[in-house]
Every structure is written in structure tokens, then in C-alpha cells.
């Protein structure tokens, strides 16, 4: 079972072997980008006092 699953299957296993980690960094990223709190906004009113 090991052996069949380990060997070629006509070129999808290596697209997963690309895919997956990509997929999951971009995973990781997302959800770190939620968790990050968003930076205070600059007021335009200080910048036109001056």
C-alpha cells in the first residue's frame, strides 16, 4: 500500500508536492493577517495645520 501510493501517478503527485505547501503558507499568512490588529489611522487634520 505504502509502495503504491509512493510511486509515479503521472505527474499529479508532483503538482501536489508544490501545491500543498504553498496552499498552506498562504493559509498561515491569511490567518495571521487577521489576528495582527490594524494599525491607528493617521488624521489628515494634522497634516493640513501645519
Known amino acids: 500500500m505504502v509502495m503504491w501510493t509512493l510511486a509515479h501517478q503521472g505527474g499529479w503527485d508532483e503538482f501536489l508536492y508544490f501545491a500543498?505547501?504553498?496552499v498552506l503558507a498562504v493559509v498561515v499568512i491569511r490567518r495571521?493577517?487577521?489576528k495582527r490588529p490594524s494599525p491607528p489611522e493617521s488624521h489628515q487634520e494634522d497634516s493640513e495645520s501645519q
Open 32 to 34: 495571521l493577517e487577521k
Open 20 to 22: 500543498v505547501p504553498i
